[in-house]
């Protein structure tokens, strides 16, 4: 069996990140926080705001800061995705990635502040270990934030479909229908 070109293997471990990227987006907005935890390796750390800790408490912390809300959606820009140099034949296995991004966090009940769009960007350091592209170290920063006045919403009509904050949303529907169970981890 012949190596795999550097290119090709670059291009791969670039999707893989990107993949893991989208998921925990998806994660958090529905609040499915078992695919959260599995964009991290285990002795991963999150430094978030007021939270710096393990990957397992900042999925505690962050369950109890979605909770307030009825809605979030984390929309992210590209990805600057800088590889290291491969140290063997599997590619690289280290990269530094930033993402931009915009959340979107909605309370009907509660201070006007709970209702707000913040501009961010994840820092975070993946490593490939076992052939799985994960975050091992996210740095979170705030770009910007404002508050998005309930007053300005426009309201929902009943029988359009709305996203939900569980597996009861219609994106898992989609990945049932199509054989794919819940999505990968």
Known sequence: MTPEDPGIQELRA?????????????????????LVRSCYHPDATD???????????????????LRRYDLTMHLLGSPLIELAPASGADGPTVAAVETPGIAFHRAAEGPPEQNLVTGFRFLDRFECRAGAW???RRVATTEWSRIDRPDDWWPIPDGMLQGRRDRTDAVYDLLRDTGLGEGDR
């Open 47 to 65: 430094s978030h705001g007021s939270f710096a800790g393990t990957v397992d408490e900042f999925v505690t912390w962050v369950e109890r800061v």
């Open 134 to 136: 994960r975050i091992a």
């Open 14 to 34: 670039e999707a893989q990140i990107r993949r893991v990227l989208a998921r925990y987006a998806r994660g958090i907005d529905r609040l499915d926080l078992d």
